[in-house]
Structure formats: C-alpha cells, structure tokens
C-alpha cells in the first residue's frame, strides 16, 4: 500500500514565479491537507481540501491556492513566490471521518 | 504567546536511557493529541495517537495527557540509536470539520551508542 507521495522532491525557483506542488493521498483517503514548515519550526497548517473544494483554511494569503482532483490528489499553488516561502511542504492524507492524519516525504521549495 | 510549546532541545542521551518530551498548550479547546518522529529532510510519522486524559501505551513508546494541567509527554524506553530524530507534539481541537494540527516548534533527540 503506497503511502502519501508528493513530487517534486525539490524545487528551485526565482522571486515573483509561481508554483506548483503535487500530492496523493494514502490509499482510502479522501482529504489531503497542506502544511508549510520552515527550517527549525513545526509545521503550519495552510489549508484542507474535501470533496473537492476547500474546506477551512489557515493564516496564509491568497497567493497560496489549491485543487483537488476527482482522484482525491491535489495541487498546491504559490504565486508571486517571497524569499520567505522557502521551507518544506508536507502534504496529509486523512479519511474524512477519521482522526490521524498521514504525512507524504514533502517537497522543499527554494526560493531565490 | 505560541498555542503550543515545545522545548527545541536538543535533547542528547545514552543509549538505552528513558526519554522524556514535553508539550504544554494554551487552547483550551484541544481534545486530540499526537506525536510525530520526523527524520532529518523527510515527512512526519505519526507515532502516537491519544484522546483523553491518562496513558496510552505503544511498544517503547508511552504518551501522557493531562488536561487539567495542559501539558502532554512523551516517554521513550530502553531509546535506541534509530530513535535520533526530532519529535513534534501536535494538537486540534474537537469541533470544527477540518480538523487542522497546531504543532510544537519539534524536539531534536540523539541517541548515543
């Protein structure tokens, strides 16, 4: 059973490009959500995506934005990206009616 | 004042030492709690996963909650030299269907040989 994956693994990128970061879910996972962790910090959460649109969603401008396709993955998107985007992006997997959530290996974004 | 507060360490024992890691919170409002390893570049594995208040055991691995006072622990036995890693407590509130995660800063552990 393949876990959560994510691609790329990693990502260089100028200021001012924009993004784009892929994720599936563990298999009989309906709900993906996004987190970004800075170097030395844990993790914060971005947004959750359910049945295809978001369903709440954290502390983050509108630069960060997102999809979930049919299949149940889902795409992080970053616009206009800062020197201060650089950190890991972890993806989580979850069952809509259950409680733990199921981290992928994250992509970790540069931004230079 | 951060939700949650976790001591970044980092933590270095012998092998084979009892590991203590602590969370204390501020929400009142957060009901379910975990713990995750997170090896160095790589995504968090869910360790433990907890409810109520009390004990709650898993091999090596035992996580305490208590409420009252707002504070859960981790306790490794017997640690490992596998078990060096950083280790993030993590918390959510009951209500509220998205169920987001508020995570301590992480724990760096080492386990000496």
């Known amino acids: 059973d393949a876990g959560v994956t994510q691609s790329p693994t990693h990502l260089i990128k100028t200021r001012g490009q924009q993004v784009t970061l892929r994720c599936s879910p563990k298999s009989g996972h309906d709900t993906v959500s996004w987190y970004q962790q800075a170097l030395g910090q844990g993790p914060q959460f971005i947004f959750q995506?359910?049945?295809?649109?978001?369903?709440q969603r954290g502390n983050f401008p509108d630069r960060f934005s997102g999809h979930q396709f049919p299949n149940y993955s889902s795409e992080l998107n970053v616009n206009a990206l800062l020197l201060g985007d650089s950190a890991l992006y972890l993806c989580a997997s979850s069952w809509d009616r259950g409680d733990e959530q199921y981290f992928g290996p994250g992509t970790r974004l540069t931004v230079t | 004042q951060k939700e949650v507060e976790q001591d970044p360490g980092p933590l270095s024992v012998p092998e084979g030492a009892i590991v203590s890691l602590n969370c204390t919170y501020s929400n009142s409002a957060f009901q379910y709690f975990m713990w995750y390893r997170q090896y160095s570049r790589k995504g968090p594995e869910l360790l433990m996963y907890?409810?109520?208040?009390g004990n709650k055991e898993d091999g090596r691995f035992t996580a305490q909650v208590d409420k009252s006072s707002k504070y859960i622990s981790l306790f490794i036995r017997d640690s490992q030299p596998s078990d060096s890693a950083t280790y993030l407590c993590?918390?959510?509130?009951?209500?509220?269907?998205?169920?987001?995660?508020?995570f301590g800063s992480g724990t760096q552990l080492t386990v000496l040989p």
């Open positions: 995506y359910y049945e295809e649109e978001e369903r």
């Open positions: 993590a918390m959510r509130e009951r209500s509220g269907s998205a169920r987001q995660l508020t």
């Open positions: 907890t409810y109520s208040s």
